[in-house]
């Protein structure tokens, strides 16, 4: 079964800082665009950030650059993203999402797979 | 950035009727190989997303064919051709053309 599975939510205070991981299985991680997609509460969709299959291509929305970094471990199937001088407009259920790729790997590509997200919550 | 707005922000439909929800795109998300980049999702309360439709107009396996979406450049839509109860939710629609990537504000659809 694809799955993708999140972790490491938690309620932080403003300039703290959060790992949060993702457990990719049932499918070869290694050849996928992935990506950190946001929701905050009874809001709508922000994406966050994507990363290229091999790591070297980032990309992110203005409102984490300088404070959010996607990464990806292929051996281990995993995709993480380091949130530091977290703000309390962070709050939100952040997703690990899957870029399809039947047209050949891209960023520019619609989100096939979804976890079922983490809470992270940042307040004083 | 590519700013995606939806109409209406909630809808109510009776069973067996025809909803229709509407996404205009800032700037055309037609690329050079004739593709719309643009999809639609579906989001039950305290559900993920769920991708129905790509390319303006394909549909994900396994989505029911009362879902269709259709469009070109700045104007798509989403259709349903016969509301089920199981369809409500909301629905976003995204582009994938630039960097943000970015989405509707979602529309609500309810059973009237």
């Known amino acids: 079964e694809v799955q993708l599975v999140e972790s490491g939510g938690a309620l932080v205070q403003p300039g703290e800082s959060l790992r949060l991981s993702c457990a990719a299985s049932?499918?070869?991680?290694?050849?996928?665009?992935m990506n950190w997609v946001r929701q905050a509460p009874g809001k709508g969709l922000e994406w966050v950030a994507s990363?290229?299959?091999?790591?070297?291509?980032?990309n992110y929305v203005d409102s984490v650059k300088g404070r959010f970094t996607i990464s990806r471990d292929n051996a281990n199937n995993s995709l993480y993203l380091q949130m530091n001088s977290l703000r309390v407009e962070d709050t939100a259920v952040y997703y690990c999402v899957r870029a399809e790729r039947r047209d050949g790997p891209s960023c520019y590509r619609a989100f096939d797979i979804w976890g079922q997200g983490t809470k992270v919550a940042v307040s004083s | 950035d590519i700013v995606m707005t939806q109409s209406p922000d909630s809808l109510a439909v009776s069973l067996g009727e025809r909803a229709t929800i509407n996404c205009e795109s800032s700037?055309?998300?037609?690329?050079?190989?004739?593709?719309?980049?643009l999809a639609w999702y579906q989001q039950k309360p305290g559900q993920p997303p769920k991708l129905l439709i790509y390319w303006a107009s394909t549909r994900e396996s396994g989505v029911p064919d009362r879902f269709s979406g259709g469009g070109s450049g700045t104007d798509f839509t989403l259709t349903i051709s016969s509301l089920q109860a199981e369809d409500v939710a909301v629905y976003y629609c995204q582009q994938y053309y630039g960097i943000p990537l970015t989405f509707g504000g979602g529309t609500k659809v309810e059973i009237k």
């Open positions: 049932g499918f070869m991680f290694g050849i996928y665009w």
């Open positions: 990363i290229h299959p091999d790591g070297r291509e980032k």
């Open positions: 700037q055309s998300v037609l690329y050079s190989n004739n593709k719309n980049y």
